[in-house]
């Protein structure tokens, strides 16, 4: 879900942590991606003419092997090296946000019943990216996809978010690239943002500075992870009435939550606001605060040519895929591999500020020099 209305308050409040530009833009740098979440994107966006996802002649959904196959291979031939990183088991506390993703999906179950007789293409077809998930066998045929293809790829303990956000912290990559604001509570250099849409769609990438981020919005850490809670996150309720305005504000004049608390309390004559019933607030500030992740100097990336062969094999004769498309992309992929990754200049200089009464203590010591030669003429 990410939370809510935080992408719009930075830009607000700290545009210079903000920047556009296209994918060739990076190249030269390791990046890591929610993988969760990109699967999710391909299984939305890639259809067939009629609107209905991709499937082979077993009635199996392809969707998301064919978008992951050709937009890592876009990558790579940016000089973009990819890690994938999958999600493992959700937070306790994300069971009721899970609980209400599985309502929504029941409810558009319900529409598309409904309409389904009376209702338009479009109409139909609203309700069933609703129903959309990534299922377990989809996230093991996208693993192994990647293994195929010489990509890297992580199963974090729990959130990929956090994982992501952990191998740009640690070094490993250059930012995290996650459609999730609620990934910056983790602390990445940089978080990237519709790094794995379409050029269809024609949209920039977003680069998001989190130090200038917060920065600008003259928080903390802490007050920041507080900002996001209030603002609406996976892990808990929010205050009813409180929008992303308010929430800064609120923020702002108290420093945390435990004192809007306590203010709201003490003071219910003064405001229209009603804390939650056993909020959990605390314990979702300390799984962003404290994430289970593996640390980043624990996991190795390498990426290593493609396995042609296997890949004609498992998405040709496995999946249906066209063997000529295949062959050509993996061609792609093998030679952006194998050419390796570009340095950027940026990692190779070290710009040093110029000290000028050093420099002109040189042209003294110059003149100097050339003064007394002329003595000894």
Known sequence: MGVKGL????????????????????????????????????LIA???????????????????????????????????????????????LKGGELEKRLLKREEAQKQIDAIKDTGTVAEVMKFEKRLVRVSREQNDEAKKLLELMGIPYVEAPCEAEAQCAELARGGKVFAAASEDMDTLCY???????????????????????????IEGLGLTKDEFIDMCILLGCDYCETIKGVGPVTAFKLIKEHGSIDKIVEWVESNPEKTKYKIPENWPYDEARQLFKKPE??????????????????????????????????????????KGLKSGIQGRL???????????????????DAKDTKAKRGKKK
């Open 7 to 42: 992408n719009q308050l930075i830009k607000e409040h700290s545009p210079q942590s903000f920047k556009e530009f296209q994918l060739k833009n990076l190249f030269g740098r390791k990046v890591a991606i929610d993988a969760s979440m990109c699967l999710y994107q391909f």
């Open 46 to 92: 890639v259809r067939q003419s009629d609107g209905q996802q991709l499937t082979n002649e077993d009635g199996e959904t392809t969707s998301h092997l064919l978008g992951l196959f050709y937009r890592t291979i876009r990558l790579v031939e940016n000089n973009i090296k990819p890690v994938y990183v999958f999600d493992g088991k959700p937070p306790v």
């Open 187 to 213: 602390e990445p250099p940089y978080l990237l943002r519709h790094l794995t849409f379409a050029e269809a769609r024609k949209m920039p990438i977003d680069q998001i500075t989190y130090s200038e981020a």
């Open 293 to 334: 992740v593996t640390r980043a100097q624990d996991v190795s990336l390498k990426w290593k040519e493609p396995n042609i062969d296997g890949l004609i094999e498992y998405m040709v004769q496995g999946k249906g895929f066209s063997e000529d498309r295949i062959r050509s992309g993996a061609e792609k992929l093998k």
């Open 346 to 364: 940026d990692g190779f200089f070290l710009v040093v500020p110029s000290n000028k009464p050093k420099d002109n203590k040189r042209k003294l």
